[in-house]
């Protein structure tokens, strides 16, 4: 029998109808979420992603060696890596004590192939520069690494990528850093946009009286919050503190 005749057109079945509805769900949230600096970048800007062979563990095959970090159960294993590597190092044993160990050997086995995974790293940006109403130019943004995500499918990895992002740096989008006046003066932009569509003409869509918010002003609004975060705190505190007191 050819692998065609067995082939499944997962495209046509609901199950994955609705695994796309939530994926692009996520990709809107992504889209419209402060951190991601607005109409300047698109996804593909914070957003790096991969097809991983992994094993039943999720190991990709470059897996050859293993990286351990102390604790209890494996310094009573490899008690005699762990104090030459302290000795060599010239630190004191802690969480952050590693070794090398092949894989074959930590886990008593060769590495296997399981299943494709796609890995994700999803970045951020925050507006550093003078004027928050004069920000077109990427060097006026800084570029933070993230989040990281995977699934056993894109769209999982998208979906995976949106939870971990809302959970690092807020349930958001950019509507969410308005004021009530702002708010209104958004419709009111839109509403004499939409009036002068039908005219004809987009005389009607002016400024004067509607100021619109920049993404940077969102930006440095949202920054303002996730600095207080504990995430944010434990992550970029100084970065922060000196991009918005600076």
């Given amino acids: 029998m050819k692998c065609s005749d067995c082939h499944i057109d997962i495209s046509t079945t609901r199950e994955y109808s609705k695994l796309i509805d939530k994926a692009n769900a996520a990709r809107d949230f992504l889209d419209q979420h402060p951190a991601c600096g607005g109409h300047l970048f698109s996804l593909n800007s914070h957003l790096w992603y991969s097809a991983q062979e992994v094993c039943k563990r999720g190991f990709s095959v470059a897996a050859k060696i293993m990286t351990?970090?102390?604790?209890p159960k494996d310094y009573k294993r490899y008690k005699t890596l762990f104090d030459t590597e302290c000795k060599e190092s010239e630190e004191k044993l802690s969480a952050l004590t590693r070794i090398d160990v092949p894989y074959k050997e930590y886990f008593g086995e060769p590495w296997a192939f399981d299943?494709?995974?796609?890995?994700?790293?999803?970045g951020f940006v925050i507006f550093k520069g003078k004027d928050p109403n004069k920000s077109f130019d990427r060097k006026d943004w800084e570029n933070f690494c993230g989040i990281t995500a995977s699934g056993r499918s894109f769209e999982e990895m998208v979906i995976n990528t949106a939870k971990?992002?809302?959970r690092a740096y807020g349930n958001f989008s950019r509507e969410d850093f308005l004021t009530v006046q702002e708010k209104k003066n958004q419709k009111n932009r839109v509403d004499r946009l939409c009036k002068g569509i039908k005219k004809g003409s987009f005389k009607a869509y002016v400024q004067k009286g509607y100021p619109r918010v920049s993404d940077a002003e969102i930006s440095l609004r949202w920054a303002k919050w996730y600095a207080k975060t504990p995430h944010g705190l434990k992550n970029w505190k100084d970065t922060l503190k000196e991009i918005l007191h600076g």
Avoid: A, D, R
């Fill in 164 to 166: 971990n992002f809302k």
């Fill in 115 to 122: 299943h494709i995974e796609y890995w994700s790293e999803m």
């Fill in 68 to 71: 351990i970090y102390y604790t």
